[in-house]
């Protein structure tokens, strides 16, 4: 495509010796004097670096927001699009999560769009949902808010917000008018996405610092993030996933769990910021529950070992609790929490700690991790399924069966929807290759190795010296081990390990904890073996000149994307829906389609791309029928059955396959035995859509069909 244009449219201490020269006796020097000068010259020393610290955090942050903000610009040409253009980029779930956004900030006070959007009978036609609840849209309610108070700010005071342009499409197409500043609401919205995840990795500067007790460790981290950029996050292309929102949070949440590790006298107190951050966390991302399934349970696992006490231990899992039940009321009840293997476990956690006292009567302790293991399977599992039957809720039912599909032969038309997308696979057999070439595997295994090494070694040791031949572990309220925060985050990488491998999209949880366990390649605690501290930093510079070399590559790859968003084809479509047909026209078609025509349409539809609802995921498989090799009188039916005035039919859709057995021909002919061996519906419907249907509207790659 041609390169667009733009063209404007519219007093000190002397230190005096208290010594008398040539006196037979000094005068007496105060007691605590010296001390105390050594101590001000440690506090100032101490106050430089934190305000060194803060100053290098600052500057990191900034530099992750321009990285990806330059990235975003470069990919999309955002800054040259039109506002219809911006929200066509928001393609499947970015688009219906801007869409709730877009509302909020359109009508005419804020609380009538809440008012829309929580009382929405238009993105699952005819139905009323609260999609607040559902989709955890309280990301865009904050955005709206400080959008609203931008912008009336800004005209009291009577400031432009932004600036507009003519631009020239070139190739034919028609000038389109494209507005750039924060008075632009997708701009507003992208740009606080960017400054969360700029802070993000300021954070990640300052916990690797924290872990590894040295400044090189926060910059080693760092280093190692960007190196490993486009194996860390996706926010530079998806910026309005939930992921986007909710992952800093964590990352916040589990420097909070640290510091308590780390405490010597832990408070009850410290349960408030580690709530807090939960409940930032969970509010954004119904995903949350899993990751902190496995934090929780990387907790519980160094909590038997005997490195937390059982304090520090009620003190998270009370901040864990509390999270819970905030973000449980604040999603007006969601259903999928009190279902939640998170919920049950965390239950039954809970239980096992405050019964501890009456297993410490056997002596043995293999004896009681087996006990507390038996415990923790049957009671998580019994509970939620228990929960999960009394409450009659199958919303995440889904989950089991794509587990069950990657460990057996068991597929059904659902699994196969999401484990047919590359994002829903294994871990591809790229990263683990990707990561090897900028040596983060390797640091992070030579750091396993020691560490655990170290701590076995300490283990050992305890052991030789005891006076009793029997191991046991006294989880009083006070007593723990030294390095237990350092034994959680090895529990935790291996979960987000297990997690990465089985679903690839989850990699964004593990390469950043890869890049923060390297950190600790910089603790004088596990590495002094390296030698002085010159010799260690020394080493350590060689091993980052080392990453540098791909790392750098990798980087150079991803500033070298240059595009510039164009969907002509879709553009066509909506100016059409927009045009010819009634507001209250009902849509139907795949979902990521569905998303745009609601976003930029305001048309009524009956699917969306959330599917972690049992009732979504039968409606979408009534649509999708339209893709199997069933009569056209039983497509019709279904889509009847929805109150479907118009079905989208993309053409893309019929024919492709991304791997044998992902057709969508192919998908149903698993719930379809009867029909095997026909021709597609969606094949018939492009030559010959009569008797049932009637072509209202055809291009390149979509058409419309209505049900007569």
């Not at 305000?51 to 290098?56: E, N, R, T, W, Y």
């Not at 750039?180 to 610092?209: A, C, D, R």
Request: charged letters at 20%.
């Amino acid at each position: 495509m041609a390169k667009r244009s733009k063209t404007v449219n519219a007093d000190a201490s002397n230190g005096k010796s208290n010594v008398v020269k040539g006196a037979s006796k000094a005068k007496h020097v105060p007691k605590g004097r010296a001390s105390t000068e050594d101590g001000s010259k440690k506090h100032v020393t101490s106050t430089f670096y934190k305000i060194a610290l803060v100053g290098i955090a600052i500057i990191i942050g900034f530099t992750h927001r321009n990285h990806i903000a330059n990235m975003f610009e470069r990919d999309r040409h955002f800054s040259h699009l039109s506002t219809l253009e911006r929200e066509l980029a928001f393609r499947t779930e970015m688009g219906l999560y801007y869409s709730y956004y877009k509302t909020m900030t359109e009508s005419p006070t804020f609380i009538e769009g809440l008012n829309q959007v929580m009382y929405d009978n238009i993105t699952e036609y005819p139905l009323t949902i609260n999609t607040l609840k559902r989709f955890n849209l309280y990301p865009e309610v904050v955005l709206a808010i400080g959008y609203r108070l931008y912008e009336g700010i800004n005209s009291a005071m009577n400031r432009p917000t932004k600036m507009c342009w003519r631009v020239n499409r070139g190739e034919g197409l028609s000038p389109v008018q494209s507005c750039e500043g924060l008075g632009e609401p997708s701009y507003f919205y992208v740009e606080h996405v960017f400054s969360l995840n700029g802070l993000m990795m300021s954070l990640f500067f300052l916990f690797g610092t924290y872990l590894s007790g040295s400044m090189y460790g926060g910059l080693l981290t760092v280093a190692s993030f960007f190196f490993n950029h486009g194996e860390a996050t996706r926010v530079q292309w998806t910026p309005p996933l939930r992921e986007s929102f909710a992952y800093p949070f964590l990352v916040m949440q589990m420097f909070l769990v640290t510091y308590l590790l780390r405490s010597q006298r832990p408070s009850y107190r410290q349960c408030i910021p580690i709530a807090m951050a939960t409940i930032a966390f969970m509010l954004p991302w119904q995903f949350a529950q899993f990751a902190l399934l496995t934090e929780m349970l990387a907790m519980f696992a160094t909590y038997m070992l005997g490195f937390i006490s059982a304090r520090k231990m009620k003190v998270f899992l009370l901040g864990l609790g509390s999270g819970f039940l905030v973000s449980y009321v604040l999603l007006f009840g969601n259903e999928m929490l009190l279902t939640s293997f998170f919920f049950s476990g965390l239950l039954t956690i809970t239980c096992i700690v405050f019964i501890e006292p009456a297993l410490e009567t056997i002596r043995l302790r293999p004896i009681i991790w087996i006990l507390q293991g038996i415990l923790l399977i049957v009671g998580t599992i019994g509970l939620k399924f228990t929960v999960s039957k009394l409450l009659n809720i199958e919303d995440d039912a889904h989950i089991g069966d794509i587990f069950r599909s990657k460990f057996s032969d068991f597929n059904n038309f659902h699994t196969m929807l999401y484990t047919c997308a590359a994002e829903f696979d294994f871990m591809e057999e790229e990263t683990p290759w990707r990561v090897l070439k900028t040596l983060l595997a390797p640091s992070v295994l030579l750091v396993t190795v020691v560490v655990v090494y170290q701590l076995l070694r300490s283990e050992y040791m305890a052991w030789k010296n005891s006076t009793s031949d029997e191991v046991t572990i006294n989880h009083t309220d006070e007593t723990s081990k030294p390095h237990a925060e350092i034994v959680y985050h090895l529990f935790q990488l291996a979960a987000f390990t297990a997690m990465a491998i089985i679903i690839m999209r989850l990699k964004l949880f593990l390469t950043p904890h890869l890049c923060l366990v390297t950190s600790l390649l910089a603790s004088r605690q596990f590495f002094s073996w390296f030698g002085g501290r010159e010799r260690h930093y020394a080493i350590l510079t060689v091993l980052v000149g080392c990453m540098a070399v791909q790392g750098i590559a990798n980087l150079r790859t991803q500033w070298g994307i240059l595009g510039e968003f164009s969907n002509v084809p879709q553009e066509e479509l909506v100016e059409w829906i927009n045009a010819k047909t009634p507001k209250n026209a009902v849509f139907g078609g795949p979902m990521p389609t569905m998303a745009t025509v609601k976003l930029s349409t305001g048309r009524p539809i009956v699917n969306h791309p959330h599917y972690e609802d049992a009732g979504l995921r039968e409606r979408t498989k009534k649509v999708y029928s339209i893709y199997s090799r069933r009569p056209l009188s039983d497509v019709k039916k279904n889509l009847r059955d929805l109150q479907v005035d118009y079905v989208v039919l993309e053409d893309s859709w019929c024919v492709r396959r991304t791997r044998p057995g992902c057709s969508m021909a192919e998908i149903w002919d698993i719930e379809d035995v009867e029909y095997r061996g026909g021709t597609p519906a969606c094949t018939i419907l492009k030559d010959k859509p009569e008797p049932h249907f009637k072509r209202v509207f055809q291009n390149s790659v979509y058409q419309v069909l209505k049900l007569v």
